[in-house]
């Protein structure tokens, strides 16, 4: 990635901080997470039954990945962007990490949208199974690639595995469906693959190197997303490949359309608060913390709309207990750099 830096260059990662970042990307979620659902709960008249996720998944992800690809050409962020040359032609090209981490993040767009469609697993277990891999995961990078873990990172961290082994515990175990079981793995995958890459090459602070690093893994994520679920539609792989089939062909002409636009326009946005908050040039057990607690949030808030639309139960004694476990693992990461010069200094080290 570009090396140098200037003012303008840095403005991107210093206009807010990590947590109005954080806040900005919970806000996003909670209708995201909400429509998602309500799509998997109301019934389509056409087939007698509420569509499922993979039925839903291909539109929602080529929708946000054309207003990916707008936002890119519009923004001018592509120009930050490694080159190649073909004929004479110069175009944006990924690295072998940003290839890397786009492979890793088309995991991600295809089993984000699925965890929140599974009707007999609340949502907030779902993200806090799914959140909860991911920071055992974050602190195993830092450390594999010689990155300082503070101790803050490592109490918050604690805190949110205790909310995680809390709610495990009171719902008696996991008991979850192969669906959702190859969900979470693959989720925590993707995580894994993208933060070593993003780690070894754009942790930095510098506005450009997010930029480039961005456009360079959405070149790569989103055809890659798209082509693994095509194979599967066009392979038929049993109930699940009709489905996507649907997916594919028949839900353009359903009245479910303007909403998976929504849900297309969310998820863009989401992606872009994402990236800013994980490419922070703090470690890993620093900032995954903050995306990661703000997206459990929101699936629990989502779980309370969805409550007074009589679409889900509300959310366990248990899951709420979580929840306040992650809060105080967000204050504390939010305050801890703060309390003193030293450990504000030596968090930007």
Not at 199 to 215: I, L, M, N, Q
Not at 317 to 327: N, S
Request: proline share 6%.
């Amino acid at each position: 990635m570009h090396a140098t830096s200037t003012p303008n260059a840095t403005r991107l990662s210093r206009g807010m901080s990590i947590e109005v970042l954080a806040l900005l990307y919970l806000a996003s979620y909670v209708p995201y997470a909400t429509l998602t659902r309500w799509l998997a709960s109301i019934p389509y008249a056409p087939l007698g039954r509420a569509l499922t996720g993979l039925e839903v998944l291909p539109a929602v992800t080529i929708l946000s990945g054309v207003l990916t690809y707008l936002f890119v050409w519009q923004s001018g962020w592509w120009r930050e962007a490694h080159r190649g040359r073909l004929l004479g032609v110069r175009f944006p090209r990924p690295t072998r990490w940003t290839a890397l981490s786009g492979i890793g993040a088309a995991l991600l767009l295809f089993t984000v949208p699925l965890s929140f469609t599974f009707r007999d697993v609340s949502i907030p277990f779902m993200q806090l199974l799914m959140r909860g891999d991911v920071l055992v995961v974050a602190p195993l990078v830092d450390l594999l690639l010689g990155r300082r873990v503070r101790w803050y990172s490592w109490v918050a961290l604690a805190l949110v595995a205790a909310g995680l082994t809390l709610t495990i515990h009171a719902r008696g175990g996991l008991h979850l469906p192969p669906l959702a079981m190859a969900t979470i793995a693959l989720y925590t995958l993707g995580y894994l693959v993208r933060l070593l890459a993003m780690t070894r090459v754009a942790k930095s602070g510098d506005a450009r190197a997010t930029k480039a690093y961005f456009v360079e893994e959405q070149l790569v994520a989103i055809p890659l997303a798209l082509a693994s679920l095509a194979v599967l539609a066009v392979l038929r792989w049993g109930p699940q490949g009709g489905q996507l089939g649907f997916g594919f062909v028949a839900v353009w002409t359903s009245g479910r359309l303007p909403y998976l636009l929504v849900l297309a326009a969310l998820l863009f946005v989401i992606s872009i608060f994402a990236i800013l908050i994980l490419l922070d040039r703090r470690e890993n057990t620093f900032c995954v913390p903050f995306e990661r607690s703000a997206s459990v949030l929101a699936g629990l808030a989502a779980t309370y709309l969805l409550a007074g639309l009589r679409l889900s139960a509300p959310p366990s004694h248990a899951e709420l207990a979580g929840a306040m476990l992650l809060i105080l693992a967000i204050i504390l990461l939010s305050l801890a750099p703060r309390l003193a010069p030293a450990l504000r200094d030596e968090a930007y080290r």
